[in-house]
């Protein structure tokens, strides 16, 4: 295959990426507001599933799921949205930072890079490892305050690494059902049973929701991540992701710190330092070598 042909497909994943690094912006911005987090998250995927399933009764592209597949649709939305969704959104919120929640999830090539070595044995190079350490010292230094201590809360920290965990499963799962079901499918499939698996939780937030004082200012990000982050992104990412691969397409999440942390300092949710900047491009340097391959 030409590479020409992937132009559209890079894109699209560039435009991904870009849509996640404004999502740490639109959910901290939401909870900050103190909007419901089980209920934020039931929303925002059940507006993006009826969009989506609109879209369908007017192109017929739903793909009938077979019985065969329903454990890996399954594992599917274990992974993302479930325990995604609950390890980003504790994570930012207590973090209390999107840049810096941002920054930790950008090194998943670290982790799809791993769970490749130890699952399908591929070989990595001394320059890929070297990129990997390189990039988690670019994450420590984005953690660090003007005392050099690290003052983000640990539960927070944890929180991402299972959302980092669970977005590598993600990755490996829809490799395999991209390849029998389209995007559009897989996307409708995820984010209504992801909305079902929250339901019980969102149920203990009935009075909280009640007692939020919506208005447009307060809907408008939730609308926002529904139709960009919630539907879109993964629309595009699962094209990448089988057009040119996990590995490659999961590298693009460097993008991801970037867009958080000028967008966020562009309208004052977080301030922007010389240490956020420096690590910012060490993790980029370091995962882009994470992922260069030996010519033979």
């Known amino acids: 295959m030409k590479q020409q042909n992937n132009t559209g497909t890079y894109l699209g994943v560039i435009f991904s990426t870009i849509l996640w690094g404004l999502s740490f912006v639109w959910t901290n911005q ?27 009764l007017f192109t017929g592209k739903f793909n009938k799921i077979q ?90 920290i944890t929180m991402l690494l299972l959302a980092l965990l669970s977005a590598t499963g993600y990755s490996l799962v829809i490799k395999k059902l991209s390849e029998r079901y389209n995007p559009i499918t897989i996307v409708i499939v995820q984010n209504f049973a992801g909305a079902l698996l929250f339901v019980p939780f969102g149920l203990f937030e009935t009075t909280q929701l009640a007692n939020f ?5 307060s809907l408008y990000p939730l609308i926002l991540l529904a139709i ?30 970037i867009v958080t942390l000028l967008f966020a300092a562009m309208i004052g949710q977080d301030k922007l330092y010389q240490r956020n900047i420096i690590g910012v491009i060490i993790v980029v340097f370091g995962l882009v070598l994470s992922q260069m391959r030996k010519r033979d």
Do not use: Q
């Not at 004082?213 to 200012?217: M, Y």
């Not at 629309?235 to 710190?257: E, N, Q, W």
């Open 30 to 56: 939401l909870l900050r507001d103190g909007f419901p987090m089980y209920s934020l998250l039931i929303l925002r995927l059940v507006i993006a599933a009826v969009l989506l399933l609109i879209v369908t």
């Open 67 to 156: 019985y065969s597949d329903f454990k890996w649709f399954l594992l599917l939305v274990l992974c993302e949205p479930f325990f995604y969704f609950i390890g980003e959104t504790y994570g930012i919120l207590y973090t209390d930072s999107a840049s810096i929640s941002s920054l930790i999830v950008a090194t998943l090539p670290i982790f799809t890079m791993t769970t490749a070595y130890l699952i399908y044995k591929e070989r990595f190079s001394k320059i890929n490892i070297f990129g990997v350490m390189f990039a988690l010292f670019g994450v420590a230094i984005s953690l660090l305050n003007e005392d050099m201590k690290f003052t983000v809360h640990p539960f927070g």
């Open 213 to 217: 004082h919506f208005s447009f200012a």
């Open 228 to 257: 960009f982050p919630s539907a879109l992104a993964f629309l595009t990412y699962i094209h990448a992701v089988k057009r040119i691969g996990v590995a490659k397409a999961s590298m693009f999440c460097t993008v991801i710190p």
